[in-house]
């Protein structure tokens, strides 16, 4: 399963990462509303410059294991090594680990923007050029404290110069074959969805106040990013302006119609408003677009398993896996309700290919370790 960056939150209780289709733009002042947060403008959040700043700790590190090769071809392969050598700057994946360049170079953890944003700065100080990249991965979902996210990626391509072609700079392999598109981020766009990211946190704190200026200050330098206005929806409407959020998530579809996830929270709203009509009529419409993607399957297989419906996730984790066979994790979580309705055979079957499919030697030796107990 690839690792979760961007989050957007999306059901009940970020990041699909898309802007607006460039149809029409909107500007977010009439979608702001202090009134409804006081005391927001007395949080202290990051600054973009704060963001890639690097601290003397990591200009002393690269001063002394970088920038003492002149070749700056030697740079690069040394400075992409490094950040991943558990004898050198050794970074780890952490989902929730949304920190700054130089916390991430402290903390040794990073997700996959946090990690982009520390490299896009070391590089930048050695002489380097990178590209800050959106992956556009299919639609997948992640579940935490009663709320759902929709996930997105970024990565980094560093380059000795213009002309390079470079090196891909990924937790993941998965995103080093090409067999996803990508679009540029700007330090701005890349501000923009740390931001929301840790708007998203803050939400499911109950900081709402800290959440708005999060998502307030995302809005503002990035108005065009879809997923800004989705995620101020899903405040506005949790903290009781029902009306305030049909109104932001009217307007990224007026710059979007064809945003799946504002779409989706649109459908909340209208159900808990008591337009039921409405609210059918637009997740017909979503069921229809989702039907192909295999994380689709697989989400509604996580939301039954929750709900102790081992029936209904198996079906939609064979189904998941009718589409996608080669997804570890769905071998996994079929495994998993196998084992919850006593089905031992099929738990080891599925344990078996999870273990067969796995990405890392991590995952190899987990399952593994599972098998064995299975065996006792």
Wanted: charged content about 20%; overall charge neutral; aromatic content about 12%.
């Amino acid at each position: 399963m690839w690792q979760k960056c961007l989050l957007v939150l999306i059901i009940s209780t970020g990041l699909g990462a898309c802007q607006s289709n460039g149809q029409v733009s909107l500007s977010p002042d009439a979608y702001i509303h202090d009134e409804g947060f006081p005391g927001y403008d007395q949080k202290i959040i990051e600054t973009q410059d704060e963001l890639f700043a690097l601290n003397q700790p990591v200009v002393d590190y690269l001063q002394q294991n970088i920038m003492i090769y002149k070749d700056k071809s030697v740079r690069l392969r040394e400075l992409v090594a490094q950040l991943f050598n558990p004898q050198k700057i050794n970074l780890l994946y952490a989902t929730d680990a949304n920190s700054t360049a130089s916390e991430t170079f402290n903390l040794h953890t990073a997700n996959c923007l946090s990690m982009s944003i520390l490299a896009y700065a070391m590089a930048d100080f050695v002489g380097l050029q990178s590209e800050l990249q959106d992956v556009l991965i299919p639609e997948f979902w992640d579940i935490r404290q009663g709320y759902s996210f929709i996930n997105g990626h970024v990565n980094l391509r560093v380059k000795v110069d213009a002309n390079d072609k470079g090196v891909l700079v990924d937790f993941n392999d998965s995103f080093t074959s090409g067999r996803f598109s990508k679009t540029l981020v700007s330090k701005a766009l890349a501000t923009t969805m740390f931001y929301n990211n840790k708007g998203a946190m803050a939400m499911i704190e109950n900081d709402y106040t800290l959440a708005y200026r999060y998502f307030r200050q995302a809005l503002m330098l990035a108005p065009d990013y879809i997923p800004s206005w989705s995620n101020m929806g899903v405040l506005y409407r949790i903290s009781g302006h029902s009306d305030w959020a049909e109104e932001v998530y009217k307007a990224a579809l007026i710059m979007d119609s064809d945003s799946l996830n504002v779409l989706d929270n649109l459908a909340i709203l209208y159900d808990i408003t008591k337009r039921k009509s409405d609210a059918h009529d637009i997740r017909a419409k979503i069921e229809r677009r989702r039907q192909d993607n295999p994380y689709y399957h697989y989400y509604l297989g996580e939301l039954a398993y929750q709900n102790r419906d081992w029936r209904q996730a198996t079906k939609h984790y064979r189904r998941a896996i009718r589409l996608e066979s080669k997804e570890h994790q769905f071998y996994f979580s079929l495994a998993r309700t196998y084992s919850q309705m006593g089905k031992l055979s099929a738990t080891r079957k599925n344990l078996s290919l999870a273990k067969r499919h796995s990405d890392t030697d991590e995952q190899y030796n987990r399952y593994a370790s599972k098998l064995t107990l299975l065996h006792h």
